[in-house]
């Protein structure tokens, strides 16, 4: 008896929030109901859910943008490490034949480099993405995967990422020498005989790299928010997350 009062109480939920026109009043009715079935006290409301996601949000997008910025953040990670453009891998394969290793392991630091500046820059794309998530997104994110807001961001995020973030790269790009680097190593190689000549675009290879790489780590946060209990740091992520 128990256990089918149990599935009509899960199945109430699933109906009510499942109904585009279902009031936020009618969800938390549902929800309420259900935890008073099953004996719980600390009922969980849609405004719990929307918050206890938003808190999750920021400490995954502060965890991942305080890694990735810091001095070796990208470079030493291999998960996110940015490594020689594949368009012109040819190009390194054939320097570091002809005894020009150094110079491109410099080329790869200071590419590392750049991202990890502007990975300082991402914070505020990311807080006004979580600033507009609504009822829908917070509850299609609970019931999703492990890695459903990382998907919100890379959807509501991306784009402005992308255009904010180029310039940001370009120029850091240009302060730690990286876009000299390989200019110089891609002119080095052009003078090789009978190579074909390669000039990739760099500016827009570190941007995506870069973003792509705070994507992994916010990825990895929500995992282990999901996963793991001691990694929820507030009462609502651990009441949310919880139940």
Do not use: H
Request: proline content about 3%; glycine content about 6%.
């Amino acid at each position: 008896m128990f256990k089918n009062l149990i599935i009509l109480g899960l199945l109430s939920i699933t109906l009510i929030t499942g109904c585009k026109t279902s009031s936020t009043a009618q969800v938390d009715k549902a929800i309420k109901d259900f935890g008073s079935l099953l004996g719980g006290n600390d009922e969980l409301t849609t405004d719990d859910v929307a918050k206890g996601l938003k808190e999750a949000l920021m400490q995954g997008i502060g965890s991942a943008s305080d890694q990735a910025s810091m001095v070796d953040g990208y470079l030493k990670n291999n998960l996110i490490r940015i490594a020689f453009p594949p368009d012109a891998e040819k190009v390194e394969s054939r320097l570091r034949q002809i005894g020009l290793g150094p110079e491109v392991d410099k080329f790869i630091t200071s590419l590392n480099r750049g991202a990890e500046k502007a990975a300082k820059e991402a914070k505020p794309i990311f807080l006004e993405a979580i600033r507009n998530l609504t009822l829908e997104d917070a509850w299609g994110i609970l019931k999703g995967d492990e890695n459903s807001a990382t998907d919100y961001l890379k959807r509501t995020t991306s784009s402005s990422l992308t255009e904010k973030f180029q310039p940001i790269i370009s120029d850091a790009l240009e302060e730690v020498n990286a876009t000299k680097y390989y200019d110089d190593l891609v002119t080095s190689y052009n003078k090789i005989p009978f190579v074909s000549k390669v000039n990739p675009d760099l500016d827009q290879y570190a941007t995506e790299q870069a973003i792509d790489g705070l994507f992994v780590l916010i990825a990895e946060e929500e995992a282990e928010i999901r996963r793991n209990p001691a990694a929820r740091t507030t009462r609502l992520m651990q009441k949310v997350f919880g139940n």
